[in-house]
């Protein structure tokens, strides 16, 4: 099916889905209007890229959605030209010299922070996996509209900065603050509004949230958030805000369209399709039990009589993941895979698992992540109206050949 979504023509949350918008306008229409829209490209016959992102899948180009392919991890750490980009509004510039933090609302003084102001305070390090709360909606059935993330909308970086606790402390939090608010410097995009997200304080105040300057040893890259970027480790994605310019301290939750409307999950359950009152859904906070399988590839052709190692990442938000285990026979057995050496609390582990291959034909690889508290990956979807959280058993198909 041809993804719109890659060629830039719509934006999470006001885009038609997937399916209306092909039953009104039909493949073919869709077709020519993207001809039209991308004559470039059209031209040349090959998907777009962007510069240093060159590898990965690009679900729009403006705002930029870039998606990693799961063929393409094999470390712990992302590097940073792999790493998934999700931005709402377009990429702004930010001129680091006039480049400000501003801290206000419920505090005792209001700052103006330089990122030299930043660089004085103690610094953090942590290695923390980032995902969109979106990723994996394009296989949720029926579909959801949105950006049509498949595997690759997470990735873990070494993040460097300070505590948001410090910066909050400097500025006093008077005891009426409950949330604190998080700007940044992209702005309004038509009717998309601006991209504002809100943190309860017991969340800010902890010790691991950050304001990060530093991603992998290098300045934030600018599709990161340059010149500095929340950290909120754990949590969706989109509390992670980029392009930083503004904190303020607030007493209610903040009234805007992210965080009133978007990143909300139904707090009962509900049958796939069903419309879900407001007064029905909470804000997303933690990462779900999730694994993915990352090699061999999705139909890949393997050897019988040798041996495959099936690996992947498992990752579990605030929990910690105690065991991931395989099955090559449909799920009948399943198998404790190895956890990597690397670990560290809000990254995700890697797993192997070695699998014998007997016998020619199909087989279908799954992994399946359990968490310290007691969570295991669903072997059916939670549906929700916007297509969060996906976390079913994940699976690839493969051919055994002599
Ligand atoms: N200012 C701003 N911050 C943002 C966003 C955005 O659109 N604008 N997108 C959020 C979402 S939804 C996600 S999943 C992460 C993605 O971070 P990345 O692009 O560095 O991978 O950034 C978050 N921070
Ligand atoms: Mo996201």
Known sequence: MINLGKYGLRSESYQLSRRSFFARAGLAAAAAQLAR???????????????????????????????????????WITPNNLFYVRSHLYTPEVNLPEWRLKIDGAVERTLDLTLEDLRQLPRQTAVVTLECAGNGRGFFDPPVAGVQWQKGAVGTARWTGVRLADVL???????????????????????????????????????DTLLAWEMNGAPLP?????????????????????WLTHLQVIEQEFDGFFV??????????????????????????????????????????VRVGGS??????????????????????????????RLGRDQARYAWRQFSYEWKVNEPGSYLIMSRATSDRGAVQPMVPHWNPSGYLWNVIDRVQVRAAA
Not at 48 to 65: F, N, Y
Request: net charge neutral; aromatic share 6%; charged share 20%.
């Open 37 to 75: 829209l991308t004559p470039a490209l059209s031209a040349q016959g090959s998907a777009p890229t962007v510069a240093g992102k060159e590898r990965l899948i690009v679900r729009s180009l403006r705002p930029q959605d870039l998606e990693t392919p799961a063929a393409l991890f094999d470390s």
């Open 260 to 301: 009133k409307t978007g990143y909300r999950y139904p707090v009962k359950q509900i049958a796939p399709g069903d419309a879900v009152p407001p007064e029905d859904l909470a804000p997303l906070t933690g990462l779900v039990v999730k694994s993915m399988i990352t090699s061999p590839a999705e139909g890949a052709t």
């Open 222 to 242: 600018v599709p990161h958030g340059f010149p500095l970027r929340a950290i909120v480790p754990g949590w969706e994605g989109a509390y992670a805000v980029k």
């Open 169 to 207: 402390k400097k500025a006093g939090v008077k005891s009426s603050g409950r949330y604190v608010l998080l700007d940044g410097a992209d702005g309004p995009m038509g009717k998309v509004p601006d991209f504002v997200r809100n943190v309860p304080l017991d969340k800010a105040l902890h010790p």
């Open 308 to 337: 495959v190692t099936a690996a992947g990442f498992a990752w579990a938000g605030e929990a910690n993941i105690t065991s991931v285990d395989v099955s090559t026979d449909n799920g009948s057995t399943w198998h404790p895979a």
